[in-house]
Nanobody, 123 residues
Framework: VQLQASGGGLVPAGGSLRLSCAASGRTSSSYTMGWFRQAPGKEREFVAAIRWPYGNTLLADSVKERFAISRDNAMRTVYLQLNSLAPEDTAVYYC?????????????????WGRGTLVTVSS
C-alpha cells in the first residue's frame, strides 16, 4: 500500500486548507485511514480517522470544531478540511492506513504511512 498526501502550504491565521491522501495498492475490504501531525519539537499526534466502508469518523478534541475528515470511495482518497487555522496548527501532516477497520487514534495501530505534507500557518 502506498499513500500520497498533498495539499499543504502556507496560509494566514484564520484561513483554510484541504489536505488529500490517495491510497494505492491492495487493502482489505475494511480499513481505516487517519491523519496525524507533528509540530517541530513535538511528538506526533492524532488528528482524525475515517473507516472504510462504513464512513464513521473520529476527530481529536483539539480540532473537532475546526477540522473535518471525509472520503471519496471510488478514488480511495481521504480528505482533511482544515478551517480557522491557527499558528499552533503548523505541522507536518501525515496520512496513515490501518488494515484493521477500527477508528484508531494510536499511531502504532497504523500499518502504512505517507510522506507527510507541511502546513504552515502564519500569525
Amino acid at each position: 500500500v502506498q499513500l500520497q498526501a498533498s495539499g499543504g502550504g502556507l496560509v494566514p491565521a484564520g484561513g483554510s486548507l484541504r489536505l488529500s491522501c490517495a491510497a494505492s495498492g491492495r487493502t482489505s475490504s475494511s480499513y481505516t485511514m487517519g491523519w496525524f501531525r507533528q509540530a517541530p519539537g513535538k511528538e506526533r499526534e492524532f488528528v482524525a480517522a475515517i473507516r472504510w466502508p462504513y464512513g464513521n469518523t473520529l476527530l481529536a478534541d483539539s480540532v473537532k470544531e475546526r477540522f473535518a475528515i471525509s472520503r471519496d470511495n471510488a478514488m480511495r482518497t481521504v480528505y482533511l478540511q482544515l478551517n480557522s487555522l491557527a499558528p499552533e496548527d503548523t505541522a507536518v501532516y501525515y496520512c496513515a492506513l490501518a488494515l484493521a477497520g477500527r477508528l484508531y487514534s494510536y499511531a502504532d495501530r497504523y500499518n502504512y504511512w505517507g510522506r507527510g505534507t507541511l502546513v504552515t500557518v502564519s500569525s
